[in-house]
């Protein structure tokens, strides 16, 4: 009887044979922000991955094990293939609502948290050292400009908050006044 595999780079990818992006060696702001540097980064990960976890799935059946116990032992690359599916489709869907957007500073600022999702993505995902995706001056480079897209954002936090619509009343003290919320005559 043959096996047939569960899961083929065919099922994820629009063109599984669209060559594989390369990433470049030394990352600028301008790169790190930029929405195809941060895409190719998603799907290189995402598409690696994928092409891993079968390989070891194969490799673990080809030894005699079932199915579900060769998934249980690829277990961390079952969840790092989850996380990096799941993070590249809320990038595309922030990429989605950008493109429909007109020039100007709500664009600007979609721009600026898109950033700011993609880079935090990839500084908190070790998976990207693991396996050799980025190396640790480039981590470096994501982590310095996280600390610029925050002071960039700042600006905009009370706004940004606000389009969430939450109500004040499910909001702490401190969203309000900071100060007042951290003197001792509150404690």
């Not at 895409?39 to 079932?66: I, K, P």
């Not at 489709?89 to 600026?112: F, N, R």
């Amino acid at each position: 009887m043959t096996k047939e595999p569960i899961y083929s780079p065919r099922m994820l990818h629009r063109d599984p044979d669209s060559p594989r992006p390369v990433l470049p060696t030394q990352l600028t702001s301008s790169t790190l922000r930029c929405s195809q540097f941060q895409t190719n980064v998603f799907c290189l990960r995402e598409r690696d991955l994928l092409e891993r976890f079968t390989s070891e799935v194969a490799q673990l059946q080809g030894r005699g094990e079932s199915r579900e116990f060769s998934f249980l032992l690829s277990h961390q690359l079952a969840e790092d293939l989850g996380k990096a599916f799941t993070e590249k489709a809320m990038l595309q869907t922030i990429l989605d609502a950008e493109a429909k957007l007109p020039t100007g500073s709500v664009k600007d600022v979609l721009g600026l948290v898109r950033s700011m999702y993609a880079l935090i993505s990839l500084e908190e995902d070790p998976s990207l050292l693991r396996y050799g995706y980025l190396s640790q001056d480039n981590v470096g480079d994501v982590r310095r400009e996280v600390s610029k897209l925050c002071g960039e954002l700042r600006p905009h936090a009370l706004a940004l908050v606000t389009s969430f619509g939450i109500p004040d009343s499910f909001l702490s003290p401190i969203a309000f006044n900071w100060v007042e919320a951290n003197t001792w005559s509150s404690v």
